[in-house]
């Protein structure tokens, strides 16, 4: 039997990054992956997948030039699924040579199976073949991520009803689509489909969505989403859903009916945890499949055994899992791990994107804070005018007391990239005299942060009055 200092289960952000931060520090790492490649659901139907399928459609559908040439712009009239997937592949067959060579280069051992608790410091790995190998380490990550929640009750059938795995192997765009969750999948989907011209309802049994968004920005999102026609069906529920030739039928709880070609169920995931044998090493999930940690340490409560990633629940994003599995592969093998700074960017790579980091001001109002807010639009903006964007908002709200930048909320175009300004400014500790004081390149998009932070300063007053 082989014996290593640290055995990752899964090879996606969470665990990749712990196996390279063991191998960097001297350590014998062992990754075990079920997949037929290495990657993870963040490289093989999650994220890199949805975000070059964006890509693609924004590019192919002409989306970024419209605001110049009119709705009925497009640079490929007709679009198909092969059109969309041509880029996906190539995307991702250089993610995955890229993370080979990584371990190669960091002498990551890597072996293709299924991983289950023998004991707590042993496990055993089913190959394809039926061939079982059994490993033993001092110390285990487990990063096996989720997968999708599947519910009895829907029919799938992965062509017209299907989960978000699923949706990447689809044979044709479909005309119209019901997207089943207004959660982030929910809603990336259900955007990028709109943008291919497909006629997209969204239903949620929730009345509200993107409830940990400051509200401003969602409620200038669910315009512009409404503004393009999509339907959102808010507080609804699809109580049935059934395949009629080729069609798929739903009954709402309000009695409405929807035929649909496509329905899209994305109402959240499951931890992987149910073939692992937790029994065998004294663990067990939650009743979604999730392992609890301790949150600054991500060991387990079997000391030795650590948990990273989604499959420990919030916030479940491949930049979290990353930090995690690496701070969790520090602690396995006796280094010293720092916590990560308190405010992290949360981007939601919807058509338009929305990026956020710190406080909405929701939660500074029931923090009883003093603040201010700042707000530009886009078009306010030089380089919003050269790029025809008509949309596009970002809003700070700083503090009266301290001047500090508390929250960056962003939705628009290039939110994601644009919002880690704001977090550095939060966790160096700055004020809105940063964004008054420093001169920004012109004409750019980052201007907006001078307006906003203008914007607020005004209201506020100079610092010498305050202080
Ligand atoms: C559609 C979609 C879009 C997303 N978009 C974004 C985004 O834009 N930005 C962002 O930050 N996050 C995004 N996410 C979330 C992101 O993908 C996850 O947070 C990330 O993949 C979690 O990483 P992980 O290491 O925990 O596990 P995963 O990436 O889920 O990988 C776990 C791996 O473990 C393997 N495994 C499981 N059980 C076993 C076993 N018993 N034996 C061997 N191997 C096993 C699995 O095969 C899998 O390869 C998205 C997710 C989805 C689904
Ligand atoms: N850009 C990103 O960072 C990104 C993108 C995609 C996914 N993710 C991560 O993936 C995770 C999973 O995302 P998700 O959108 O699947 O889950 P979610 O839990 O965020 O949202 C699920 C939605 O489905 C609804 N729902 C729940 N049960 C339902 C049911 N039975 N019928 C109908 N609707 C139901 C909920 O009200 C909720 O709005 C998230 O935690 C997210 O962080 C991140």
């Known amino acids: 039997m082989d014996q290593f200092d640290l055995l990752v289960v899964g090879s996606g952000p969470a665990g990749r990054r712990g196996a390279i931060q063991a191998a960097k520090l001297g350590k014998k790492v062992l990754v075990i992956e079920q997949g037929k490649r290495v990657g993870g659901v963040s490289v093989h139907t999650g994220t890199i997948p949805s975000k070059t399928l964006r890509e693609t459609a924004l590019n192919l559908s002409g989306w970024r030039e419209r605001g110049f040439y009119g709705r009925a712009y497009r640079v490929k009239q007709e679009i198909s699924a092969d059109d969309l997937r041509r880029r996906l592949l190539i995307t991702l067959d250089h993610e995955v040579e890229v993370l080979e060579h990584q371990f190669a280069r960091n002498r990551v051992q890597h072996i293709r199976g299924k991983a289950s608790f023998v004991d707590p410091q042993t496990m055993q790995v089913v190959k394809d073949d039926g061939e079982v190998v059994t490993v033993s380490a001092a110390s285990i990550l487990l990063a096996v991520g989720t997968k999708p929640f599947r519910p009895d009750y829907m029919p ?121 044998n937790l029994a065998a090493a004294g663990l067990e999930a939650d009743n979604r499949g999730r392992l609890s940690v301790n949150p600054e340490t991500f060991a387990t409560k079997v000391p030795h055994i650590f948990a990273a990633g989604d499959v420990v629940g919030f916030p479940s994003l491949a930049s979290t899992s990353m930090e995690q599995g690496r701070i969790a592969a520090r602690v396995a093998v006796g280094a010293i791990a720092k916590e990560p700074p308190k405010y992290f960017p949360y981007g939601i790579y919807a058509v338009p994107e929305i990026s956020t980091c710190g406080l909405s001001e929701e939660e500074v109002k029931e923090r009883h804070i003093p603040y201010e807010c700042g707000i530009a639009r886009f078009r306010e903006t030089s380089r919003g005018h050269i790029m025809g964007l008509d949309t596009g908002l970002l809003k700070m709200i700083f503090s009266l007391k301290t001047r500090r930048l508390l929250g960056v909320h962003i939705v628009g175009e290039g939110a994601t990239e644009l919002v880690h300004i704001g977090q550095a400014v939060l966790n160096l500790k700055g004020t809105v005299e940063y964004f008054v004081e420093n001169t920004f390149n012109y004409p750019t998009l980052a201007e907006a942060y001078k307006i906003a932070g203008l914007d607020a300063w005004n209201r506020m007053g100079d610092i010498k009055s305050e202080l």
């Open 156 to 276: 799938f059938d992965s062509k017209t009803v299907l989960d978000s795995d699923e949706l990447l192997d689809i044979e044709q765009l479909p005309r119209s689509m019901v997207v089943i969750g207004a959660g982030v999948i929910g809603i990336e989907y259900a955007t990028i489909f709109s943008a291919l011209d497909t006629q997209v309802t969204l239903i949620d049994p929730k009345s509200t969505m993107l409830d940990f968004i400051d509200k401003e920005i969602v409620e200038d999102f669910i315009y512009q989403l409404r503004d393009r026609n999509m339907k959102l069906l808010l507080g609804q529920k699809a109580e049935k859903v059934e395949r009629q030739n080729g069609k798929v039928e739903l009954t709402l709880d309000n009695g409405r009916r929807i035929t649909t070609d496509m329905v899209l169920f994305a109402a959240g995931r499951m931890g992987a945890t149910d073939t692992l």
